[in-house]
T-cell receptor, first 111, second 116 residues
Framework: DAGITQSPRHKVTETGTPVTLRCHQTENHRYMYWYRQDPGHGLRLIHY???????DKGEVSDGYSVSRSKTEDFLLTLESATSSQTSVYFCAIGDRVTEAFFGQGTRLTVV | KNQVEQSPQSLIILEGKNCTLQ??????????LRWYKQDTGRGPVSLTI?????NTKSNGRYTATLDADTKQSSLHITASQLSDSASYICVVSDYGRGSTLGRLYFGRGTQLTVWP
């Protein structure tokens, strides 16, 4: 799994609660990404980072924020979870912007 | 608009048979094309990567082809096995322009089921 660890692997939370997903890498790659995967949509980019404290929005960033205070950690936060954010979330890393190695995913259910 | 289209959406074949999955893209300027395999409940794993100058790349029983002129790629699986049952995702990346970073464009995948 290219030295990527996502935590938690599964989470059930209630609507309106904050949720933070963590991605940890041991590869010292510059680029880190958060994707969500839903049936019929494939993988969609939420946010990405191109260095410590350097982040930018992807195509489905509304309702999500990220932080990267260290090279190895990239956090995804849902400030107030909604049912539409029920999904499988994947972290990916890359040494170049045109590559991505994926983690195992986090299955999030918002009830 | 940069897009990646895959066909078929799903495919069922018998163990031991060959199959070919298709990927058409409109991404420009083209950087590279990857095929990923995603087993159920797991993250995608890269099978092959091809740049503009490469037209064939093999990884065991998996052979990917690329026609950069027609912007088409295929993934051929030979002598299929039950473990080949998975989703196969085509991903195309572009080069950044100016201050914009390059990015990845994902197809929605082909769900392959191999029956014994």
């Amino acid at each position: 799994d290219a030295g990527i660890t996502q935590s938690p692997r599964h989470k059930v939370t209630e609507t309106g609660t904050p949720v933070t997903l963590r991605c940890h890498q041991t590869e010292n790659h510059r680029y880190m990404y958060w994707y969500r995967q839903d049936p019929g949509h494939g993988l969609r980019l939420i946010h990405y980072s191109y260095g410590v404290k350097d982040t930018d929005k992807g195509e489905v960033s509304d309702g999500y924020s990220v932080s990267r205070s260290k090279t190895e950690d990239f956090l995804l936060t849902l400030e107030s979870a909604t049912s539409s954010q029920t999904s499988v979330y994947f972290c990916a890393i890359g040494d170049r912007v045109t590559e991505a190695f994926f983690g195992q995913g986090t299955r999030l259910t918002v009830v | 608009k940069n897009q990646v289209e895959q066909s078929p959406q799903s495919l069922i074949i018998l163990e031991g048979k060959n199959c070919t999955l298709q990927c058409n893209y409109t991404v420009s300027p083209f950087s590279n094309l990857r095929w990923y395999k995603q087993d159920t409940g797991r993250g995608p794993v890269s099978l092959t990567i091809m740049t503009f100058s490469e037209n064939t790349k093999s990884n065991g029983r998996y052979t990917a082809t690329l026609d950069a002129d027609t912007k088409q790629s295929s993934l051929h699986i030979t002598a299929s096995q039950l473990s080949d049952s998975a989703s196969y995702i085509c991903v195309v990346s572009d080069y950044g322009r100016g201050s914009t970073l390059g990015r990845l464009y994902f197809g929605r995948g082909t769900q392959l089921t191999v029956w014994p």
